[in-house]
């Protein structure tokens, strides 16, 4: 089984940033690709970002050239930094790893209001 613990939301004015992260532990045999989703209120869960173990990142067309998604394997960890954010980014956001399984977090909540 892996853990996943999610970290950094909160409320941010638009055009501020965030920083979230994700560390998996537990019976990590190897994780590939990690990932972060969104979901809105009313509305389907969405694709944020995803980096494979490689180092090679896709992203939802909403958030190109404003998040950048990374990943530490040493510790196990992916991050999602958010700038120039909107109301629109408001929403839980979910960290995905994948590991045999996937595996959810349990989400962090992103508030972007004045």
């Known amino acids: 089984q892996v853990q996943l613990v999610e970290s950094g939301g909160g409320l941010v004015q638009p055009g501020g940033s965030l920083r979230l992260s994700c560390a998996a532990s537990?019976?990590?045999?190897?994780?590939?690709?990690m990932g972060w989703y969104r979901q809105a209120p009313g509305k389907q869960r969405e694709l944020v970002a995803i980096i494979t173990s490689g180092g090679s990142t896709m992203y939802g067309d909403s958030v190109k050239g404003r998040f950048t998604i990374s990943r530490d394997n040493a510790k196990n960890t992916v991050y999602l930094q958010m700038n120039s954010l909107k109301p629109d980014d408001t929403a839980v956001y979910y960290c995905?790893?994948?590991?045999?399984?996937?595996?959810w977090g349990q989400g962090t909540q992103v508030t972007v209001s004045s």
């Open positions: 537990g019976n990590i045999f190897s994780i590939n690709q």
């Open positions: 995905r790893v994948a590991s045999g399984n996937f595996y």
